[in-house]
Nanobody, 125 residues
Framework: QVQLVESGGDLVQPGGSLRLSCATS????????IGWFRQARGTEREGVSC???????LYADSVKGRFTMSRDNAKKTVYLQMNSLKPEDTGVYFC???????????????????WGQGTQVTVSS
């Protein structure tokens, strides 16, 4: 059974940092693209970053230079290090997986086969 479980969301002040984790099971992380998405209340789900097993990692312009995505295939876990957080980073963060795609741009949300339940990130003073 494929599962993705996010954790690490919290309330943080502007300028602060958080590290989100996405623990995976039921599939081989090596052969999958993992994406991070976020959704603020009343808005559509937005792609944040994505990575492939061959080392390609891509970011949305809004988070470039502040967020870093990494993966530990041995632990079957994907991370999203978020620095210099802004109030506009607030939302529920989701990880998702898709197999069989080559990264030149991050796949749209509709292509991802499995999703986690999300973790809440709130950036506020």
């Amino acid at each position: 059974q494929v599962q993705l479980v996010e954790s690490g969301g919290d309330l943080v002040q502007p300028g602060g940092s958080l590290r989100l984790s996405c623990a995976t099971s039921g599939f081989t992380l090596d052969y999958n693209v993992i994406g991070w998405f976020r959704q603020a209340r009343g808005t559509e789900r937005e792609g944040v970053s994505c990575s492939s097993s061959d080392g390609i990692t891509l970011y949305a312009d809004s988070v470039k230079g502040r967020f870093t995505m990494s993966r530990d295939n041995a632990k079957k876990t994907v991370y999203l290090q978020m620095n210099s957080l802004k109030p506009e980073d607030t939302g529920v963060y989701f990880c998702a997986r898709v197999a069989g795609v080559t990264l030149d741009t991050c796949p749209p949300a509709s292509l991802y086969a499995n999703w986690g339940q999300g973790t809440q990130v709130t950036v506020s003073s």
